[in-house]
């Protein structure tokens, strides 16, 4: 059964930093690549940053610098530092492993969770 739980949202004060964690399992990690997406309330899904290798991330034009996409294979995780945290940035955090293959793209997801930026 393939999971993907996150975990490391919150209230935090704008400024300030977060580190969010995707615990996966259930599909061979190292296969997939990894991505977290957010979704601000009442608007679509975006993209905050891919991982195709542990050396090659791609971030959002929004993210600025402010976050740091990595993971941990040898217990197949993946995080989010998320510095200088602005209002703007509140938003439900999901983490997406997918790949492509002849038969279409392939994506699993988390439920999510909450960041809230807020003085």
């Known amino acids: 059964q393939v999971q993907l739980v996150e975990s490391g949202g919150g209230l935090v004060e704008p400024g300030g930093s977060l580190r969010l964690r995707c615990a996966t399992s259930g599909f061979t990690f190292n296969d997939y690549a990894m991505s977290w997406y957010r979704r601000v309330s009442g608007e679509g899904r975006e993209l905050v940053a891919t991982?195709?290798?542990?050396?090659?991330?791609n971030y959002a034009d929004f993210v600025k610098g402010r976050f740091i996409m990595s993971k941990d294979n040898t217990k197949n995780i993946i995080y989010l530092q998320l510095n200088d945290l602005g209002p703007e940035d509140t938003a439900v955090y999901y983490c997406?492993?997918?790949?492509?293959?002849?038969?279409?793209?392939?994506?699993?997801w988390g439920q999510g969770t909450q960041v809230t930026v807020s003085s």
């Open positions: 997406d492993a997918w790949k492509n293959s002849v038969y279409g793209r392939t994506d699993y």
């Open positions: 991982m195709l290798s542990a050396s090659h991330v």
